[in-house]
């Protein structure tokens, strides 16, 4: 076989003046510090619990003057609550649920898909979700909580053929698009979440330990 042959058989040499185009480097790999990955996951933890007692805190309050003074905790004062402790924590905080009375609640998609995964379950049977994850914009430390009806959450959110007029008046009122009635004890409501972006452990300090609540894993009704 000729030279010539052998030539043709390879790869042509760049024309002269065309570009050559350099191959992408590869991409860095990911650095993890687990330390900072346990201390985001503290903190996010620790401000969902902030956040389940502060609203179960004032709601209980409220309802000692009836459902009405309730109802008006929820609407006005639950966001207010749930900006005091974004802003104590840094940590971005809320509820959701499938079936929303205040449309502000509707939750970033993770929450979404957990709902979306636990649809039908009883709150005691919906897993408790914390992880650490890494997405486009960086990472994050993630906890979700099940939100469970009580008895007391009835009032509001339960049977609409039950619910008394008063109430059922101001929830028209208030929320047009209500979709959260129609609930049993025990039922999945929401969920209470806590989202964290992760630091390098020497500038993300060990949060303080959270005020106690009677029970974390039922904190609020989703106003």
Same mark, same amino acid.
Request: contains cysteine; aromatic residues 4%.
């Given at each position: 076989?000729?030279?010539?042959?052998?030539?043709?058989?390879?790869?042509?040499?760049?024309?002269?003046?065309?570009?050559?185009?350099?191959?992408?480097?590869?991409?860095?790999?990911?650095?993890?510090?687990?330390?900072?990955?346990?201390?985001?996951?503290?903190?996010?933890?620790?401000?969902?619990?902030?956040?389940?007692?502060?609203?179960?805190?004032?709601?209980? %309050?409220?309802?000692?003057?009836? $459902?009405? +003074?309730?109802?008006?905790?929820?609407?006005? /004062?639950? %966001?207010?609550?749930?900006?005091?402790?974004?802003?104590?924590?840094?940590?971005?905080?809320?509820?959701?649920?499938?079936?929303?009375?205040?449309?502000?609640?509707?939750?970033?998609? =993770?929450?979404?898909? =957990?709902?979306?995964?636990?649809?039908?379950?009883?709150?005691?049977? *919906?897993?408790?979700?914390?992880?650490?994850?890494?997405? $486009?914009?960086?990472?994050?430390?993630?906890?979700?909580?099940?939100?469970?009806?009580? *008895?007391?959450?009835?009032?509001?959110?339960?049977?609409?053929?039950?619910?008394? $007029?008063?109430?059922?008046? %101001?929830?028209? +009122?208030?929320?047009?698009?209500?979709?959260?009635?129609?609930?049993?004890?025990?039922?999945?409501?929401?969920?209470?979440?806590?989202?964290?972006?992760?630091?390098? +452990?020497?500038?993300?300090?060990?949060?303080?330990?959270?005020?106690?609540?009677?029970?974390?894993?039922?904190?609020?009704? /989703?106003?």
């Amino acid at each position: 076989m000729s030279l010539f042959l052998l030539n043709a058989c390879g790869e042509a040499p760049p024309r002269p003046g065309a570009q050559v185009v350099a191959p992408e480097p590869p991409a860095p790999a990911e650095v993890v510090d687990p330390k900072a990955d346990a201390l985001a996951l503290a903190k996010a933890t620790d401000a969902g619990a902030r956040l389940g007692a502060a609203l179960k805190g004032r709601l209980t %309050q409220a309802m000692l003057d009836g $459902p009405g +003074a309730a109802m008006t905790a929820c609407s006005d /004062e639950a %966001q207010g609550l749930t900006a005091q402790v974004r802003g104590e924590s840094g940590a971005r905080v809320g509820r959701a649920s499938l079936k929303l009375r205040n449309p502000t609640n509707s939750g970033p998609d =993770w929450v979404q898909a =957990w709902l979306t995964a636990n649809e039908g379950k009883p709150g005691a049977e *919906a897993a408790l979700s914390s992880e650490v994850t890494t997405t $486009p914009e960086g990472r994050f430390a993630r906890v979700i909580r099940p939100i469970t009806v009580e *008895a007391g959450c009835l009032t509001c959110h339960g049977d609409p053929a039950a619910i008394p $007029p008063p109430v059922k008046e %101001q929830l028209t +009122a208030r929320y047009p698009q209500d979709a959260a009635t129609g609930y049993k004890v025990g039922d999945l409501r929401g969920a209470l979440w806590a989202e964290l972006p992760v630091k390098p +452990a020497a500038e993300n300090p060990a949060p303080a330990p959270a005020p106690a609540t009677p029970d974390p894993v039922a904190p609020t009704q /989703e106003g």
